[in-house]
């Protein structure tokens, strides 16, 4: 898949939104897809924002707007101007922190509800799998409702750990084909109009 992935790339990055409560392992993922460009950093008070371009592997090529929105309720609304128009969304959650799911569950359905992101395609990193107690797949799942997310909206729980990069590759290849197969029906819907 890695050679199809890279040439899509090449011509047209990907636009992918990565979101997710504060030390849910978004920054070491992205350190594990192995990034070799900062393109922008512009770290403010109480979250940061990044824009870079991965390098590695399945994930090469593509261009991940990465926004850290950290416990500041109130910043969180943009994370909405940030997803809108993405090709897809990858959220990280600390699969550990039983609390937090309920917190990342509100913020996730609250992105996904947005009319600009309907359909859009849902990578969620079930992360840090490595520690005692990580809920596995079908719990996260459960927890973050994503059965509630509609048919509109194709999504993914990819059990993972970022520290050794475990699951990384595997769910951004998982990402890609849902973002393939939703612009071949957009493509197919555009010629029967
Ligand atoms: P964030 O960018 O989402 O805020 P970070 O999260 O990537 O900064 O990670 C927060 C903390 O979780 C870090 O620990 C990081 O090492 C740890 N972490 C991330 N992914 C994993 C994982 O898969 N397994 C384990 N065990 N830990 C992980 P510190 O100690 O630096 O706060
Ligand atoms: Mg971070």
Excluded at 38 to 53: D, K, L, M, S, Y
Excluded at 54 to 69: M, Q
Excluded at 163 to 179: A, H, R, S, V
Aim: hydrophobic fraction near 40%; proline fraction near 5%.
């Amino acid at each position: 898949m890695g050679g199809s992935f890279s040439a899509l790339a090449a011509f047209q990055p990907l636009h992918l939104v990565m979101l997710g409560l504060d030390s849910a392992g978004k920054t070491t993922v992205l350190y594990r897809l192995r990034f070799n460009e900062f393109v922008n950093t512009v770290p403010t008070i109480g979250f940061n924002a990044e824009r870079i371009r991965l390098s590695g592997g399945a994930a090469r090529g593509l261009s991940c707007h990465v926004w850290d929105a950290g416990g500041q309720e109130k910043l969180r609304p943009l994370w909405k101007p940030y997803s809108r128009g993405a090709d897809g969304v990858v959220y990280v959650v600390d699969s550990v922190d039983a609390e937090r799911l309920e917190e990342a569950r509100v913020e996730l359905h609250r992105i996904a509800g947005f009319a600009e992101n309907q359909g859009t395609p849902l990578l969620v990193f079930a992360n840090k799998q490595d520690l005692p107690g990580s809920l596995g797949v079908e719990e996260v799942e459960g927890r973050l409702a994503l059965g509630d997310l509609g048919p509109a909206t194709p999504y993914h729980v990819q059990p993972a750990c970022a520290i050794t990069g475990e699951g990384l590759d595997e769910g951004m290849e998982q990402l890609y084909e849902m973002i393939v197969k939703r612009r071949k029906a957009v493509k197919q819907r555009k010629r029967r109009q």
